[in-house]
Antibody, heavy 120, light 106 residues
């Protein structure tokens, strides 16, 4: 069974960079796309972007100027960097994987979520 | 960008009721639509994909329909475990989620 686990700082200062990593276990990172999705407290889900195992990325235009998603295939991990954060970036950040090897598929695997608070 | 709009935002119902949630896409997405259930503090759970296919292990009281720009999720005979927030998601062009519908106890 594929399992995803997010990890990284839970507190980030305004204007700094939010960094999270997702470790994939129970399966290979190869042959799939991997995504980051966030959820501000009390609000809905927001897709941030996804990356293929070969490093091809697509980002939500709302984040495109601030986001980088990268993949570390040998270590079965992928990462999120979001620059110039503000309080509006406070959210639970989920890493996720769709049902099959493409992006035209629903999400079936989710991490447990990592709360990141932006505050000085 | 494709925008997804759900209605209503909140729905009050009783155990045993049949409820329907609507999701509209800003442009045609064929049937590239999924529905998720989310409970507080938990990650979303996939219920329906390709608009009407039931995910393995999901009770048959959940059903989805629609194509193009208008979709519905119906829960027949609402059970206590069904009180949660429901999201639609298009995966036709990139990904986008609806804003959610909270199903609460009347």
């Amino acid at each position: 069974q594929v399992q995803l686990q997010e990890w990284g700082p839970g507190l980030v200062k305004p204007s700094e960079t939010l960094s999270l990593t997702c470790t994939v276990s129970g399966g290979s990172i190869s042959s799939f796309y991997w995504s980051w999705i966030r959820q501000p407290p009390g609000k809905g889900l927001e897709w941030i972007g996804y990356i293929s195992d070969s490093g091809s990325t697509k980002y939500n235009p709302s984040f495109e100027s601030r986001v980088t998603i990268s993949v570390d295939t040998p270590n079965n991990q992928f990462s999120l960097k979001l620059t110039s954060v503000t309080a509006a970036d406070t959210a639970v950040y989920y890493c996720a994987r769709p049902q099959n090897s493409g992006t035209s598929a629903p999400v079936v695997y989710w991490g447990q979520g990592s709360l990141v608070t932006v505050s000085s | 960008d494709i925008q997804m709009t759900q209605s209503p935002s909140t729905l009050s119902a009783s155990v045993g009721d049949s409820v329907t949630i609507t999701c509209r896409a800003s442009q045609s997405i064929a049937t590239w639509l999924a529905w998720y259930q989310q409970k507080p503090g938990k990650a979303p759970k996939l219920l329906i994909y390709t608009a009407s296919s039931l995910e393995s292990g999901v009770p048959s009281r959940f059903s989805g329909s629609g194509s193009g720009t208008e979709f519905t999720l119906t829960i027949s005979s609402l059970q206590p475990d069904d009180f949660a927030t429901y999201y639609c998601q298009q995966y036709y062009t990139y990904w986008a989620f609806g804003q959610g519908t909270k199903v609460e106890i009347k």
